[in-house]
């Protein structure tokens, strides 16, 4: 099992310096991200959780380079994102992945510079990480939900990009299937180090995942808290200090533990 | 291998197709059109045991053949002939095999068809593709669009006749006006209905824009071209017989309106009729084999 490992520890990854995010719509404007300011490690796997509508969508995208902030700036090894970048890929919530191609062909679609041989491989490789064994000429609507979203990480991990952005994606899967989904992300995570931002609006999926949770507030959002999660893997869900780090966000949020 | 949820996750993703379907009229009505054409790919897979396509076949035969003996006893019946029997009908289709003239009529009928539809798909695919692609080029193109669409292309016959003559090139030039818009209209929605995350997905793998267009626009939007494709050609069909009974001599549309000019031969009127319904039918049968292809299936393959 991996020690746990400190952001002081690592190599700033990503540093977020005083983003703020206003959308002009219909001569309406809507500060949506309020001096959002954050670091994260090398390797380092962060949730940002927070309410639906918060903003946690608008970070992500700007952390990948899909919009640019109102003002601040987002670094990514000392430089300046200027747009996506296939050094770091994006997860959509399943819908990202191309229906127009098989399980093989989405995994390749990044890998269009490589010769052959090595696609080929890297292609085999990765079907099997994600256990996609024997559907490697099915097309996305012949899988199921689970299966579409490992196909897409799969996609991502394909490229050997050095980080992942995951937009809440188990959000539409079951919850059995969900459960399974993190515990596959964590052994990847574990295999492979890449540096992960994973966006939920589940506690408890922050809790069982994240290095550290940055809980937002509501819109426009701010960084209201960081908590280290410092329970080693594989996390015992009802150890008194998972409980104890799980209901201290409970509060923070504003929630009342009983219904 | 299918896992809870599949079901309920994939519904939501169909509804919102449908919803988009829903915006535009000719999309709607291709939509519906699917349907059947559904049905036809589940029932002719290959792996289903012949006997049941033999039933399939059978049954909408055997429906023509009653339809034809109702037909051939009720004017048989009549004193007045309010129709050649089917029998005459055949009778005309024979005369007109036998003066070579059936082959002949066919053949100009098609090539019209065939210029005026390629011509159109070659311009109007490539456009729509573009002026679909910039929000700001569809807000100038749009009005033009809206206001050229409900001019029915057969309003064009006297402008055609005064640029081209009477001949092949006022028919194929007819032909071509009524499958552009729709084909232009076609282009545009598919490329606006192209969902963002497939973009965004392109440029964080790093595509060109030359890339982007050919390996995430284009395949994008092959499904509803196809669809656009089909529809239109049926129109080109419709039109270029339009065409031939008042800009050209020759092809099925002239044989309809010149058997009945030239002493009332009402057989080869219906002769006439029957034959561009069956080659309809035919060319329909043709490009919906395209919808078959696996990568192109994927939006109708969710029911
Ligand atoms: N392109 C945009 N233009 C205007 N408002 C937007 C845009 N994108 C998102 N918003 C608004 O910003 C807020 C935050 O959205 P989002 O980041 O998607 O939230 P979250 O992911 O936390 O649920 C929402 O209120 C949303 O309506
Ligand atoms: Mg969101």
Redesign the pocket.
């Given at each position: 099992m991996e020690p746990f490992v400190t952001p002081a520890a690592v190599d700033t990854k990503l540093r977020v310096e005083h983003v703020n995010?206003v959308?002009?719509?219909d001569g309406k404007s809507?500060p949506?991200l309020n001096d959002i300011s954050l670091e994260v490690g090398d390797g380092e796997f962060v949730c940002?959780l927070?309410?639906?509508?918060?903003?946690?969508?608008?970070?992500?995208?700007t952390m990948a380079g899909f919009?640019s902030p109102t003002s601040g700036e987002i670094k990514i090894d000392g430089e300046a994102v200027r747009g996506p970048d296939p050094r770091r890929i994006f997860v959509f919530q399943e819908r990202g992945v191309f229906p127009w191609l098989t399980v093989e062909g989405n995994i390749g679609f990044g890998l269009f510079k490589l010769p052959r041989a090595e696609r080929e491989r890297r292609i085999a490789y990765y079907v099997k990480m994600v256990g996609l064994e024997g559907f490697e000429r099915t097309y996305p609507p012949e899988l199921s939900g689970g299966m579409k979203q490992r196909l897409e990480v799969a996609r991502a991990l394909a490229v050997n990009p050095d980080m992942l952005f995951l937009?809440?994606p188990f959000g539409a899967l079951d919850s059995i299937t969900r459960l399974i989904m993190r515990g596959e992300l964590l052994r990847i995570w574990e295999a492979e180090r890449k540096t992960v931002i994973f966006?939920t609006?589940d506690i408890d999926e922050a809790v069982q995942l994240a290095d550290r949770v940055v809980v937002?507030s509501a819109?426009p959002?701010t960084i209201q808290q960081i908590v280290n999660i410092d329970i080693p893997h594989p996390r015992d869900i009802s150890s008194p200090r998972y409980l104890e780090l799980r209901d201290g966000i409970f509060k923070q949020i504003g929630l009342a533990h009983k219904l | 291998m299918k896992q809870a949820g599949f079901a309920a996750g994939d519904k939501v993703h169909t509804y919102k197709y449908l919803a988009i379907c829903g915006k535009d009229y000719l999309r709607y009505t291709s939509a519906l059109l699917n349907r059947p054409s559904l049905t036809n790919i589940k029932i002719l897979d290959a792996n289903r045991p012949s006997v049941l396509n033999l039933f399939v076949w059978l049954r909408p035969v055997a429906f023509i053949g009653v339809l034809l003996s109702v037909w051939q006893i009720a004017i048989s019946r009549h004193t007045v002939h309010l129709l050649p029997t089917p029998v005459e009908v055949v009778g005309g289709i024979a005369d007109l095999v036998q003066h070579g003239l059936l082959l002949k009529y066919v053949v100009a009928s098609l090539f019209r068809v065939t210029w005026g539809y390629v011509l159109a798909v070659v311009l109007a695919v490539p456009l729509g593709l573009a002026i679909g692609w910039s929000r700001r080029v569809e807000m100038a193109f749009n009005p033009v669009i809206q206001i050229l669409r409900p001019i029915s292309p057969l309003a064009w016959i006297p402008i055609a006749i005064l640029w081209f003559g009477v001949g092949d090139l006022a028919a194929v030039f007819l032909i071509f006006l009524g499958c552009f818009l729709p084909l232009l209209l076609t282009a545009i929605n598919a490329v606006q209905s192209i969902p963002a995350v497939y973009i965004d997905v392109g440029r964080n793998f790093g595509l060109r824009r030359v890339d982007l267009v050919y390996r995430v626009l284009y395949p994008a939007v092959v499904p509803q071209l196809i669809v656009g494709l089909r529809i239109t050609l049926g129109i080109a069909w419709l039109v270029v017989v339009a065409a031939e009974m008042i800009a050209v001599n020759s092809g099925l549309g002239f044989l309809i309106i010149d058997a009945r000019n030239a002493g009332n031969r009402y057989d080869l009127v219906v002769a006439g009729m029957v034959l561009i319904g069956i080659i309809g039918l035919l060319l329909d049968l043709g490009i919906r084999s395209l919808e078959r292809v696996k990568s192109f299936r994927w939006s109708y393959s969710e029911d």
């Open positions: 995010i959308f002009d719509r809507t949506v940002l927070g309410p639906s509508g918060c903003g946690k969508s608008t970070l992500l995208s919009l937009d809440e966006v609006h937002m819109r959002a | -």
